[in-house]
């Protein structure tokens, strides 16, 4: 078995304002840091409608299209932006998650990296938010449930922004667990251990600013990897946020690239036990450069281990 990777060119096709931090620059460096690297490498189709309507109504789905403009940018909220490419970046993201859930359940890869743009976890059920349109790794979720007919999938979180759009479009489904590790208080203002899902499906670990591997290790440890084993999921989706990372610009915590390391291999023990390895992650934040190829690269070269 091997590790793939998925990407698209038009996902550079998504951009922003100078100096905005979700830049073009940031795929390029993650796919730059994971070039020597020995993985079997696809291309992400673009998601249909149908495909995103596992997680968003037809309605908000017609309406992100039709803000799309012919030329210049627009903004959806103060941090939400759209180009002319932006919704085929979205759709081929969302359709990174499908190909990357249809080959672990096929058998053509034992996990996958999905490498593209805009990030998806802030992503509400109506609401674009977080520079996000849809919610990638949900959809991976409820996508698996669906159509693979799995009884249990997790969704883990190790970005340092809780995934309110993933917590919000699991948060009434019993077959999902999500599991999210997040800087808190931070933005969005969610992400409280009292957050529980509707089915207590939820579980949130939140880490305070300065909080480093240390914290991190204690609150996996002792709450978020337990919840997983007893979970005992059929498939493992990671939304790999790199932003935790000491050097990142917009959040407080010291994650180093082999706290991310550490990380990825407890969760591929995890997958390894219960779903033969499964695990599908999709790129989310990371904003300090450097700092995002490299956290980049040690998680994939942990899937790899892990694929071995």
């Keep these: 078995m091997t590790t793939a990777l998925i990407s698209h060119d038009d996902c ?14 940031r795929q390029g460096r993650v796919l730059d840091a994971l070039a020597s690297l020995d993985l079997l490498r696809m291309a992400a189709p673009p998601a249909r409608d149908e495909d995103i309507a596992h997680v968003h109504p037809q309605a908000y789905i017609d309406r992100i299209a039709a803000a799309a403009p012919e030329t210049g940018a627009v903004a959806l909220d103060g941090d939400t932006w759209m180009t002319p490419g932006s919704m085929m970046a979205a759709r081929r993201g969302a359709g990174a998650a499908i190909r990357a859930v249809d080959a672990v359940m096929a058998g053509e890869a034992r996990n996958v990296f999905c490498a593209t743009r805009p990030p998806g976890h802030h992503a509400e059920r109506e609401t674009p938010m977080g520079f996000c349109l849809f919610g990638n ?10 159509r693979h007919g799995l009884k249990r999938v997790a969704v883990v979180d190790f970005d ?9 479009l699991l948060w009434d489904e019993p077959r999902a667990l999500f599991v999210s590790s997040q800087q808190f208080p931070l933005w969005p203002g969610t992400g409280a251990a009292t957050e529980r899902g509707g089915h207590d499906n939820v579980v949130n ?18 709450d978020g990897l337990p919840r997983l084993d007893a ?13 935790a990372h000491h050097d990142d610009p917009l959040a407080q ?14 969760l591929c023990r995890i997958a390894a036990r219960h779903c033969d390895g499964r695990v599908v992650s999709v790129l989310e934040g990371g904003y300090d450069l450097d700092a995002l190829a490299a956290s980049a690269r040690a998680h994939v070269e942990e899937l790899i281990e892990a694929g071995k």
């Design 205 to 222: 670990l939140p880490l305070p600013p300065g909080s480093g591997g240390t914290e991190m290790y204690a609150a996996w440890t002792r």
């Design 137 to 146: 790794a949900a959809l991976a979720a409820q996508y698996a449930l669906d």
């Design 253 to 266: 915590l010291s994650w180093r690239e082999e706290d991310f390391r550490w990380l990825t291999g407890q």
């Design 12 to 25: 550079l096709g998504h951009t922003t304002p100078e100096g905005h931090p979700e830049q073009v620059a």
């Design 231 to 243: 979970f005992a999921p059929e498939l493992l989706i990671i939304s790999a946020g790199f932003d």
């Design 160 to 168: 340092v922004h809780h995934g309110n759009g993933t917590q919000d």
